[in-house]
């Protein structure tokens, strides 16, 4: 095993959790759209090499998704609709800048 540092600097999680209408999960809210969505804004920015856009599996909040979370800042953004991609967008502008 070998310990780093992330190269990124900043790692976006998105839920994209699916239950099958068991109960409540972040897939409802069409999370893998916003997935989608985030990583292109990052691609459009020419982030890639900073910025990770990761589908991620259940985080235990489903209740509260569609949930998005930035590391290693531990920012949690939960209820997440399409239209707050932007939001999104903006707190990681100001992230990279503090690493400028």
């Given at each position: 095993?070998?310990?780093?540092?992330?190269p990124y600097k900043c790692h976006i999680?998105?839920?994209t959790?699916?239950?099958q209408g068991e109960r409540k999960s972040c897939a409802d809210g069409k999370s893998k759209e916003l997935a989608?969505?985030?990583?292109?804004?990052?691609?459009?920015?020419?982030?890639?090499?900073?910025?990770r856009v990761s589908r991620s599996s259940c985080m235990g909040l489903c209740e509260k998704g569609p949930n998005v979370v930035l590391y290693?800042?531990?920012?949690?953004f939960s209820n997440v609709k399409h239209d707050d991609t932007e939001k999104i967008y903006s707190k990681i502008c100001e992230i990279?800048?503090?690493f400028d």
């Amino acid at each position: 095993m070998i310990e780093d540092v992330s190269p990124y600097k900043c790692h976006i999680f998105v839920c994209t959790n699916a239950r099958q209408g068991e109960r409540k999960s972040c897939a409802d809210g069409k999370s893998k759209e916003l997935a989608i969505a985030l990583k292109k804004r990052i691609k459009e920015q020419s982030w890639s090499n900073e910025v990770r856009v990761s589908r991620s599996s259940c985080m235990g909040l489903c209740e509260k998704g569609p949930n998005v979370v930035l590391y290693p800042q531990r920012i949690l953004f939960s209820n997440v609709k399409h239209d707050d991609t932007e939001k999104i967008y903006s707190k990681i502008c100001e992230i990279i800048e503090t690493f400028d």
